[in-house]
Structures are given as structure tokens and as C-alpha cells.
């Protein structure tokens, strides 16, 4: 389930003009960070970008497909992580638009969650 070496690379060449990007393994996928802060994940060499509030009428599109979750005691626990559509990876322009706004929500959450501390 874990993002192959090659769609790593491949992920972080797409993603530099954001900034630093590292993928490493977490939890039997793939974390997608930039400069230390992860907004996306790769399950199975599908890349799913961070979503809150604050970007989730923006990513409607990728509402289509099932959110990246798990199960957990019979329960289906999502992650908030949602699909990036395929067409994305033929426009650069627009895959570091949409991946911009899954950065900008794993700011928000963070933020959140160091104020709960």
C-alpha cells in the first residue's frame, strides 16, 4: 500500500516548487510532506491531498471517490484525505494549485491541534 520508489520520486520532482518534500511510510502507506508537514498520503500509488472546511467545497470534484479510510473495531474511520483526480497529473498548474490548498489544511489542523494541547 506504501507509494513505490518511483512514484516517491516522481511526487517529489511534481511537488518541489512547494517546497521540501519528503514521502515516508506511515502506518502502512505513504506520508507526503513539504517542508515538515504532511498534506498528503499515497495508498496503492494513488496520491490523496488534505481536507478540512476550509478547502473541501475546492476539492469537490474528488468527493466522487471514497476518502482514504480504514477500519477500526467494525468501524470505517476516514482520514480526511481525499483522491487527487487523475487529470491532475496531466496539469502541473493545477496539481500544486490543489496541492497549496491540502498544505494550507494541514496548517489549519495543526494549528488546532497544538491549541487542544
Wanted: charged letters at 25%; aromatic letters at 12%.
Amino acid at each position: 500500500m506504501v507509494a513505490s520508489p518511483s512514484f516517491a520520486d516522481y511526487l517529489r520532482e511534481l511537488l518541489a516548487p512547494l517546497g521540501l518534500i519528503s514521502v515516508r511510510r506511515m502506518f502502512g502507506k505513504s506520508g507526503v510532506f513539504c517542508d515538515g508537514v504532511m498534506f498528503g498520503m499515497v495508498a496503492d500509488n494513488m496520491l490523496y491531498f488534505r481536507v478540512d472546511d476550509g478547502n473541501r467545497d475546492a476539492f469537490a470534484e474528488a468527493a466522487a471517490e471514497p476518502p482514504l479510510s480504514y477500519w477500526k473495531k467494525g468501524e470505517l474511520i476516514d482520514l480526511a484525505f481525499w483522491r487527487a483526480p487523475d487529470h491532475l497529473f496531466d496539469d502541473e498548474t493545477a496539481l500544486l494549485a490543489w496541492a497549496r490548498l491540502a498544505l494550507a489544511a494541514a496548517y489549519r489542523v495543526s494549528a488546532r491541534r497544538k491549541r487542544k494541547v
